[in-house]
């Protein structure tokens, strides 16, 4: 996973209003899955057998560390578009052709991308939607699946840890870290127009974030997530303000330009100039 692009895509609905209601966990809460293939995937030998290994793998390091589990509620074959070629542009289409319905979240396995790709797995945060690749080694398969669904609870690449959110060397650990983060959305909801935090978790979030941001370690999804969290809050300079440093560790990932510009563009809707707020 080296040199790979942010894979947590922030953006996605980001332009939609924030409501409150949040899914109470309860003692222990079951995430439905449904699994999509792609028709390169497909060509593996005992495909459906492999995907749902991965999620259980998944689901056993979630219900040691966070008291959460996965189950697969489908299968579904997804005949991917021919003409994308990244990781992101599948999320995209993934996302477009095959809804969710009854399940929570939908895991995108494709075959489509080359073993010379830098990422392996992209998911959008807000959506509840993954795309893992083909990858030759099946222990790495689990630990990028692992990986991604982490991001669907607010997880972000990180530097020097040992744990499933390095970016280099994920392993099946946890760091205190990724800890606090998914703790506060173990009760998210994944309807793209509710943002995943309740107001409280979006200030214990922001705390946790800034905490980590003093280590002054090359994580731009830290200050990506705070920019996520400022723009749902409404404080669109400062969430400028997290673009740029997010742009300083990475700044030829498209991602922390498109929320840049949308904070922007929601800042100068609100400014004298504008009249009413639109």
């Known amino acids: 996973m080296k040199n790979r692009q942010l894979v947590a895509v922030f953006l996605l609905a980001a332009a939609l209003p924030i409501q409150s209601r949040v899914v109470n966990p309860g003692p222990q809460r079951t995430v439905r899955v449904k699994i999509a293939i ?14 749902r290994k991965w999620v259980t793998t998944a689901s056993q390091f979630f219900d040691k560390h966070f008291g959460l589990s996965f189950e697969v509620s489908e299968f579904k074959s997804w005949t991917s578009a ?7 542009g599948l999320l995209h289409d993934l996302y477009e052709a095959i809804p969710s319905g009854e399940s929570e979240i939908v895991l995108g396995f494709t075959g489509q991308i080359g073993s010379d790709s830098a990422a392996s797995g992209v998911a959008a945060y807000r959506h509840g939607y993954a795309v893992v690749k083909r990858m030759k080694n099946e222990y790495t398969t689990a630990l990028t699946v692992t990986h991604e669904l982490c991001h669907l609870f ?6 020097g840890e040992l744990s499933i959110m390095d970016k280099d060397e994920p392993r099946f650990e946890c760091d205190e870290f990724t800890r606090q983060i998914v703790r506060l959305h173990l009760g998210r909801g994944f309807d793209p127009a509710v943002f995943p935090l309740s107001a409280k978790g979006m200030v214990s979030a922001l705390d946790s974030c800034l905490a980590r941001k003093k280590l002054h370690r090359k994580e731009a999804g830290v200050p990506l997530m705070l920019a996520v969290i400022y723009l749902e809050m409404e404080d669109f300079e400062q969430a400028i303000k997290e673009c740029l440093e997010a742009e300083k560790i990475a700044p030829r990932d498209p991602m922390i330009q498109e929320l840049m510009s949308l904070a922007s563009q929601k800042r100068q809707r609100l400014s004298p100039g504008w009249g009413a707020r639109i």
Do not use: C, I, Y
């Open 38 to 51: 792609d028709e390169e995937f497909r060509k593996q030998p005992l495909h459906l057998l492999k995907a």
């Open 82 to 88: 021919n003409s994308e070629t990244a990781l992101s």
């Open 154 to 159: 607010g997880a972000v690449d990180l530097e």
